[in-house]
């Protein structure tokens, strides 16, 4: 009976070995489908958990059994609810955070552009409760950068736990970040969108379908907990003619300088704000929300309920820009200080009201003008969205899903071009992502060489025709060598391979032996003529990105491709030079 198992154990190691070495192609996209859509499925699951936590906390706490129903707590309660999430959220880090206090879609960027997409069980722990904590609290953040990170999470881990090559784990990051958005807002496509646009930053085939299964799953499993209802409750919107087109970019060069304001705020809080203990600062940020809260409330907690109520032309004008500036206040204090909070959803807020209020304006001046306010609150969401974010697609996406009307593409588009523009070219601003990642003194840089690199796995580049001879060897150990016709020799030293080279300066050697008539019965591989390479090991897992890395790194020119599969135990599974990995990228 153990025998027949540890066969059997043994052949499935040996498929799932397989697995992995094919997962290392950029182009293995059947069984990377399946993993997306797995993916998608967790990650959809997590964000279900999440829903219910938040909201089940908010009916049992906020008066009415309503949640988001802030504005009917007691005076003294809009206060201390905030101040006392913010005290809990700062000391829960700073017990079990080690050094984890950026979370959210800036953390899953910099994790993709300098760890291969790796995310912790701790940081997955800390977005869930903390921002869970901090919406409920009341502080002003959104729950869609926490799906996102919990997706991608969800996605990361799962490559973890089956030990997947890295450029699968970053694929998987990205579906995890699509169901992050689909499951949010019930807007699969967005979730693709801004997946590929702003996580990935790569549109292939071998990404794009992946990551659409990912976004089916996690919308499939948030119907099955939610229903289809839409996040927002848009009536049907008509772009009534193109004498608005000016109305339209005026409102795209204002959400672009908001949005530009936003960021600047930001930056300047984050930056300043980083002297100070985290629990210090996750309390002030509830301080200064409460503050607020006690003369506009509709800035507490996520605030879709008055997004729904500015799409629907429910709000009058004053407290439009009443809430359009506490909200702006209370977002830059909360992601400023370091709440575990999104930004995606406070910045919808911040363009709802600013189109909404653009609209009522226009209609007090010229009461025949038969202005839209509700398409205007819209245009002016995705505005904000694309303009903040520097994700414009996808802010046109969740537009075009939201309102199920072809006829908002012309005006989204151009008022997302023009606010992104306003705030990128004229502002010099960039995304809130980027922002907060440089404000923590963190950098981020991306270019399609290094994305090309890390989309290949070293096991789909490698060469597996070697062997592993002594440094010295025998001329009948020679000939037997020769026999399996290896392309490469890894030389063994005492302790780990010293150096490669070619089979074919070896056979050249001996070939010059028969003709030279010598009788030398000792060959020292580092003495023959041919060209050795310095080598240095780098994991199967790897992709030619953390390959090229270590070749400068340790200044060598070769590495062999490894795994431990015991304890104590790696197995070599093949080489690979420079040249090798240039090949596969000019390829």
Known sequence: MMTKRTKTDKRFAERLDRLRMHLSRPDALLQ???????????????????????????????????????????LTARVLLPVAGGLFIGLMFHFSARGVYVLGVAKVLERMAYHQGYLSVRGFILQFFGAAIAIISGHSVGREGPHIYLGAATGSLLGQYLTLPNNSIRTLVGCGAAAGIAASFNTPLAGVIFALEVVMMEYTLASFIPVMLAAVGATAVSYLAFGSEPAFLVPAHQFNSLGEIPLVVLLGVTAGAVAALFIHLLQQVAKNASRFPFWQRTTLAGLVVGVLGLWVPQVMGIGY????????GELGLLLLV???????????????????GGMIGPVLFIGAMLGSSLAQGVQRLLPDSGVDVGLYALLGMGAMMGSSLQAPLAALTAMMELTHTPQIIMPGML?????????????????????????????????????????IGVASVMRERFQRPERVMDRDAVDALLKKEPEWLLIQGEERPIALLRALDLARHVQALKEGQEDVQLIDLMEIPGQRYEVAPVHLQATLQE???????????????????????????????????????HY
Do not use: W
Request: hydrophobic share 50%; proline share 3%.
């Open 322 to 340: 009443s809430v359009l500036f506490a909200k702006l206040l209370a977002t830059v204090a909360c992601v400023g200080l370091g709440v575990p």
């Open 305 to 312: 309920d008055s997004v729904n109520s500015a799409l629907l």
């Open 32 to 74: 990377l489908s399946a993993l997306g859509l797995l993916s998608g499925v967790f990650a959809g699951a997590v964000i279900v958990l999440f829903r219910i936590l938040v909201e089940g906390s908010q009916r049992g706490l906020l008066p009415a059994g309503l949640a988001e129903n802030y504005e009917a707590l007691p």
């Open 415 to 455: 008022v997302i071009v023009i606010a992104s523009l306003t705030a990128s070219e004229l502002f010099r601003k960039e995304s809130l992502f980027i922002t907060m990642l440089k404000a923590s003194g963190m950098d981020y840089s991306a270019n399609p060489v290094l994305q090309t690199l890390r989309r």
């Open 547 to 585: 390959a090229l890395d270590i070749l400068k790194d340790k200044g060598v020119d070769a590495l062999f491709v490894e795994r431990m599969t015991a304890p104590g135990i790696k197995r070599i599974y093949g080489v690979l030079t420079r040249d090798q990995i240039e090949s596969a990228y």
